[in-house]
Nanobody, 122 residues
Framework: QLQASGGGLVQAGGSLRLSCAVS????????IAWFRQAPGKEREFVAG????????YYADSVKGRFTISRDATKNTVYLQMNSLKPEDTAVYYC?????????????????WGQGTEVTVSS
């Protein structure tokens, strides 16, 4: 089970931190990723991390602004989002898929959280 939280309304240039709490199974061999879906658009990959923490990968659109990390003691993956832009507005989902490759397509991810909404005003 994955539980996403931390979304909200923020002005452009601001920051938010999303959390994805994982439970119910062992994810040691999994990849945890964040996707987002804006109204009328397809769900797109944002960032991913191996549960071991040894590797991360980012979409070009967020590279240098977003940071994905995980706290194994809390079974939680975070997405720190800085320098937010109006085009970052979307519902953000966390997902888990079997590793080690960090896939960017939704079909690689078996487990999904419920989504948390991020709105960036200009």
């Amino acid at each position: 089970q994955l539980q996403a939280s931390g979304g909200g309304l923020v002005q452009a240039g601001g920051s938010l931190r999303l959390s994805c709490a994982v439970s119910g199974r062992t994810f040691s061999n999994y990849v945890i990723a964040w996707f987002r879906q804006a109204p009328g658009k397809e769900r797109e990959f944002v960032a991913g991390i191996r549960w071991s923490g040894t590797s991360t990968y980012y979409a070009d659109s967020v590279k240098g602004r977003f940071t994905i990390s995980r706290d194994a003691t809390k079974n939680t993956v975070y997405l720190q989002m800085n320098s937010l832009k109006p085009e970052d507005t979307a519902v953000y989902y966390c997902a888990a898929g079997f590793g080690p490759a960090i896939g960017t397509l939704t079909k690689f991810y078996r487990y999904w959280g419920q989504g948390t909404e991020v709105t960036v005003s200009s």
